[in-house]
């Protein structure tokens, strides 16, 4: 009589096939793991569909389906409406399965979540990613993981699909602390590497040179080596979305207030990202900041 | 009849022995420069004295003995002193000879100075370092050089005796604004750090796995993964020192008030660090911005 090799491959439920989500579900069914969709708009499923994927009719099917449960959304409402919303996962959820949340969301919501899942016998991993949509293609993400070690180990070989590194950062909640932190650190360097622009340029100092003499010691940054370049091409393509990005900070803000950890230079590069969207720039990618702070002063943009 | 070898190192002056200077006088001593030197203490020079230097009464006698004059002074007013004030350089300075300004001030200061000096038949480079006092010993400054190609050409030799790179920046000015768009850089990046490790400890993630969590990506700085783990350790000390940088913000925020370029997050910076001045830690590593935003909400600091 033969025996049924082990189940090496989990069957993966995945919600929410966006600009991050559709290439992320497609290396887990390239991977070959079994795979259960669900998106609000039903047509984003359908190349997924033609690779073998089933399209659920509801997060909840999804999650009947599924021994983990990815879920990839826009915003914490989001997260809310699929997991604990009518037909959402809580009302299919297996004992035994996991919830990995990669949305950005508060780490306030992820432990209330996962207090409602571990009520069903389930658990949750949060594992937010940076790297945006050219990483989730690239299947390049560095992911920050929060939960239990036995709970993120166990899914840890599936998320090395979608990304090239998993930080096991602490406790549910702590993977989405570290994004926030990460994202703090994108917008406030990146609103240095403005300035420093709008300086170099208002004073007659070539900027690309600036660049060159200054990134290689303590001035150095990724923002500056390769936003820099973006911003005097007057190359606005995202990369990362200002959109996004204000509603990422919207929720460092929130978290930091409820913390009492009050983070000005954030605030105000929230602030003037606003400005951009005022404007109805808010699908440009986030070095705009450049010709933010160049339009405050007597110098001329280029937008 | 022997011919005289050609006078491959020409005489040098040395005008300010203090803590970056001294060490920067003694590498050119040793090249085999001959070297003049002034100090306002005099007892400053002794060292260099008992290496061979000249010991000069003033700055115009410096001058007169030399055909390159390297000044690395405080501030603005000092190197307008010791350039254009009583027995100053302007007095004793010959035709063809070359004032090498290394001091960070004003760019406005150089292009002034550059004028009288050519009224003489000398010239200017203004060429700020980076790196500070672990970099004037270590002769591993990072120089920034503004002034006509022919005169930066002709310097060059004597510089790359005190730093591991001379970028030319453009005319006169040049380097100090690459200095300045440098200041920006390191002080707004270290804010940065300085709200995400704060809002780490307030939620109650390990900011070490924060820094290693982020470190690879797009918040990558020198000033995140070399401050930031010193920070953690409640290390303040120099480094580079509050009150320096204090002074060079202020020529920062007076030459981008002078262009009209407004530099909001520069400014809180500097604020910031005023916080530092007024309880009487000013000569404390610029690192103590962590301490400062984590003080300024619930969570304790350590100094």
């Known amino acids: ?138 299947a390049a993400l560095a992911i920050m993981a929060g939960g239990e070690t036995a709970s993120v180990e166990r899914v840890r070989p599936i998320l090395l699909r979608m990304g090239k590194s998993v930080t096991h950062c602490g406790p549910v909640g702590a993977g989405q602390l570290a994004k926030l932190c990460n994202q703090i650190l994108v917008g406030v360097t990146l609103l240095g590497v403005s300035e420093a622009i709008a300086l170099a340029r208002a004073g007659g100092l070539d900027p ?11 001035a150095a940054s990724w923002q500056l080596s390769n936003l820099g370049p973006r911003i005097l091409r007057g190359d606005f393509e995202p990369g990362f979305m200002v959109d996004l990005m204000q509603k990422d900070l919207r929720i460092v803000l929130e978290t930091a207030g409820a913390a009492g950890a009050p983070i000005p230079a954030t605030a105000l590069v929230r602030q003037l990202f606003q400005t951009v969207q005022a404007r109805g720039l808010g699908r440009k990618g986030t070095q705009i900041m ?7 002063g007597r110098g001329e943009g280029s937008v």
């Open 208 to 218: 690309g040179v600036m660049i060159k003499a200054v990134e290689g010691g303590a």
């Open 1 to 138: 009589m033969d025996m049924d090799p082990a189940p090496l491959n989990p069957p993966i439920g995945f919600i929410g096939l966006g600009i991050m989500g559709r290439p992320m579900a497609g290396h887990l069914r390239r991977a070959g793991y079994p795979l259960t969709v669900f998106n609000r708009t039903a047509g984003r499923a359908d190349d997924l569909a033609a690779a073998g994927a089933r399209v659920a009719a509801s997060p909840a099917e999804v999650a009947a389906a599924s021994e983990v449960v990815v879920v990839m959304v826009s915003d914490t409402p989001d997260v809310e409406h699929v997991v604990a919303g009518p037909r959402g996962v809580l009302e299919g959820i297996r004992a035994g399965s996991i919830v990995v949340d990669m949305s950005t969301v508060s780490p306030d919501l992820e432990r209330r979540m996962a207090a409602r899942l571990r009520a069903r016998g389930a658990d949750l991993v949060d594992a937010p990613v940076s790297g945006g949509d050219v990483g989730a293609r690239a």
């Open 290 to 296: 450049g010709e933010v702070v160049a339009r405050m």
